[in-house]
């Protein structure tokens, strides 16, 4: 079993790596896997963002949500064991953009996509895998129940909708909740175990 996290505009961040450091301590059978859009550039040593207007704006200009995917397609495609994927934001919308990929359905078990907001540009898609959208309690400049109405009629999706906001999962985030980072790393760890048997 494999758990692929699949990183927001923030990418490798230390908060991140210490997140899936005490995801491994606590499934030392599940190996790990960290994408960022960063990995293809060769500066992706060197980037650090002061907020997350910069990080958004790097994004945009150097990677974009299409490289994104074909970045994590990619990769996904050369795995062998099976693999659950967790993505924050662009990551989570590199995944879901990818759910309806058969190729992609044949290696991935689970899919956690944590308030990614371009999932609104793809509602047309039908995973092939189950997917569980995590939803923000709000998000500027779109109403989010437009977005889980829709998913909630999905075969395979799952839609939780949460009190926390946008990056809550992220330390960097001015949306960082603790709680709510207890409460979902704990709900994927379950979901690993259950799948494991």
Request: proline share 5%.
């Amino acid at each position: 079993m494999q758990l692929y996290v699949l990183t927001d505009i923030w990418g490798k961040t230390k908060s991140l790596e210490q997140w899936v450091a005490k995801l491994s301590h606590a499934l030392p059978t599940v190996n790990q896997v960290v994408l960022s859009p960063y990995d293809t550039l060769q500066s992706s040593e060197n980037v650090h963002f002061k907020s997350e207007q910069h990080a958004y704006q790097y994004f945009s200009d150097n990677v974009g949500l299409e490289a994104y995917c074909e970045y994590v397609r990619s990769q996904l495609l050369t795995t062998i064991e099976p693999v659950i994927v967790v993505g924050f934001s662009a990551g989570g919308s590199a995944i879901w953009r990818l759910s309806e990929d058969k190729s992609i359905a044949k290696k991935v078990n689970q899919a956690f996509c944590f308030y990614s907001s371009q999932v609104r540009h793809s509602l047309i898609l039908v995973p092939n895998f189950p997917v569980t959208y995590i939803a923000p309690a709000s998000e500027p400049g779109f109403d989010i129940t437009d977005i889980t109405d829709i998913l909630r009629q999905k075969d395979n999706v799952e839609v939780e909708q949460t009190p926390y906001l946008h990056g809550f999962m992220n330390a960097r985030s001015i949306n960082f909740n603790p709680q709510g980072l207890t409460q979902f790393t704990s709900k994927i760890e379950t979901c690993i175990q259950q799948v494991q048997g």
